[in-house]
């Protein structure tokens, strides 16, 4: 009786941790956001509406202390919370007037051609190299801009046409670059007909030239690879580590066990939009399309949990080993006792 006493005890303080403290302990460490969102448009004015509602109760917050230095920096947080969903709405109301059902991929490849583009980016699969190799791209540029054969299957169709216009808000990083540290990758100001046209034609000629099927390390080559490792795979950085890391800001992450560290879910979220997941991080937003996003997720699972089904079976072995013991175990005290007891 004494024993089981005990464990009850033991029980309840357990349950305490797990039911109570765990999960509230999680709701601070990792607040509630909202799912992954590949309608980019909505789930930055989504995000941005955000920001403002919370920057506006840290700002009733600081008015109350009465502190002039608290109540500065809160405004200065409104401000620009608010500003910065003007210039999405501004942004995104422009990009969805382009309608990319009217795409010519014919004259999008012209354009490609005429605006430059492969001034920096490879097309492998057209018979276009790169006109640099990868480290003296990533010495110039910061990181080595990516080959675009498989760009139109990967990437949104939505995202490239932002990011073709201006890669700065479409990878949400005006953070980190403006007019004085302008980003690598200029903006497409037209190649002189109709600019919305034009965007539309290069997303087409990009989609048409792409594969109909893209496997996870392929895409994990193409979104990934520029900066971050996966070692487990032998896959590493493509270009100078040196030049990726000032360029970012700190060394990239190798990431052959991310998935052991992070759920599918939060990588789904990460992915999906960084700036949700880590204010101010440095790491631009992939782009990537539903499927391909879930295509890349699975492959680093299969690279750094590739024992997951094993390990989870083991541990189902495990804690019956475990309740077998505990019961050889009360009955060989049982039998003790009732010795003593004689």
């Given at each position: 009786?004494?024993?089981?006493?005990?464990?009850?005890?033991?029980?309840?303080?357990?349950?305490?941790?797990?039911?109570?403290?765990?999960?509230?302990?999680?709701?601070?460490?990792?607040?509630?956001?909202?799912?992954?969102?590949?309608?980019?448009?909505?789930?930055?004015?989504?995000?941005?509406?955000?920001?403002?509602?919370?920057?506006?109760?840290?700002?009733?917050?600081?008015?109350?202390?009465?502190?002039?230095?608290?109540?500065?920096?809160?405004?200065?947080?409104?401000?620009?919370?608010?500003?910065?969903?003007?210039?999405?709405?501004?942004?995104?109301?422009?990009?969805?007037?382009?309608?990319?059902?009217?795409?010519?991929?014919?004259?999008?490849?012209?354009?490609?051609?005429?605006?430059?583009c492969i001034g920096c980016h490879a097309v492998k699969s057209q018979g276009m190299d790169a006109p640099m190799d990868a480290m003296a791209s990533s010495e110039?540029?910061?990181?080595?801009?990516?080959?675009?054969?498989?760009?139109?299957?990967?990437?949104?169709?939505?995202?490239?046409?932002?990011?073709?216009?201006?890669?700065?808000?479409?990878?949400?990083?005006?953070?980190?670059?403006?007019?004085?540290?302008?980003?690598?990758?200029?903006?497409?100001?037209?190649?002189?007909?109709?600019?919305?046209?034009?965007?539309?034609?290069?997303?087409?000629?990009?989609?048409?030239?792409?594969?109909?099927?893209?496997?996870?390390?392929?895409?994990?080559?193409?979104?990934?690879?520029?900066?971050?490792?996966?070692?487990?795979?032998?896959?590493?950085?493509?270009?100078?580590?040196?030049?990726?890391?000032?360029?970012?800001?700190?060394?990239?992450?190798?990431?052959?066990?991310?998935?052991?560290?992070?759920?599918?879910?939060?990588?789904?979220?990460?992915?999906?939009?960084?700036?949700?997941?880590?204010?101010?991080?440095?790491?631009?937003?992939?782009?990537?399309?539903?499927?391909?996003?879930?295509?890349?997720?699975a492959y680093m699972e299969t690279v750094g949990d590739s024992k997951k089904a094993e390990r989870e079976k083991t541990s189902i072995y495990i804690m019956i080993?475990?309740?077998?013991?505990?019961?050889?175990?009360?009955?060989?005290?049982?039998?003790?006792w009732s010795k003593l007891e004689e």
């Open positions: 009786m004494k024993e089981l006493k005990t464990l009850l005890v033991v029980i309840f303080f357990i349950a305490i941790l797990y039911i109570g403290v765990e999960p509230f302990a999680h709701t601070k460490l990792h607040p509630h956001v909202e799912p992954a969102n590949y309608d980019f448009a909505a789930e930055d004015i989504s995000l941005a509406n955000t920001n403002i509602e919370k920057s506006q109760k840290t700002l009733e917050a600081a008015m109350k202390t009465g502190n002039e230095d608290i109540i500065k920096s809160a405004k200065i947080e409104f401000e620009t919370a608010k500003s910065s969903k003007e210039k999405f709405d501004s942004f995104w109301k422009d990009i969805n007037k382009i309608d990319l059902s009217k795409g010519d991929a014919t004259a999008g490849a012209e354009t490609f051609m005429m605006a430059g110039t540029y910061g990181t080595n801009p990516p080959d675009l054969s498989r760009a139109g299957a990967i990437f949104d169709e939505k995202f490239l046409a932002a990011l073709i216009k201006d890669p700065v808000m479409a990878q949400k990083l005006g953070h980190k670059f403006d007019d004085e540290n302008p980003y690598p990758m200029p903006g497409f100001f037209g190649a002189g007909g109709d600019i919305d046209q034009e965007v539309s034609d290069i997303v087409a000629y990009l989609k048409s030239i792409a594969p109909k099927e893209v496997s996870g390390k392929e895409i994990f080559v193409d979104a990934c690879q520029r900066c971050h490792d996966i070692k487990y795979d032998n896959l590493y950085t493509d270009g100078n580590k040196i030049s990726v890391a000032e360029f970012m800001g700190s060394t990239p992450p190798d990431l052959s066990m991310i998935i052991r560290s992070k759920s599918k879910d939060y990588l789904h979220n990460f992915i999906n939009d960084t700036q949700k997941m880590l204010p101010g991080t440095a790491m631009p937003r992939v782009g990537l399309n539903k499927a391909s996003e879930e295509k890349v997720i080993y475990f309740v077998i013991l505990a019961i050889f175990a009360g009955l060989w005290k049982k039998k003790i």
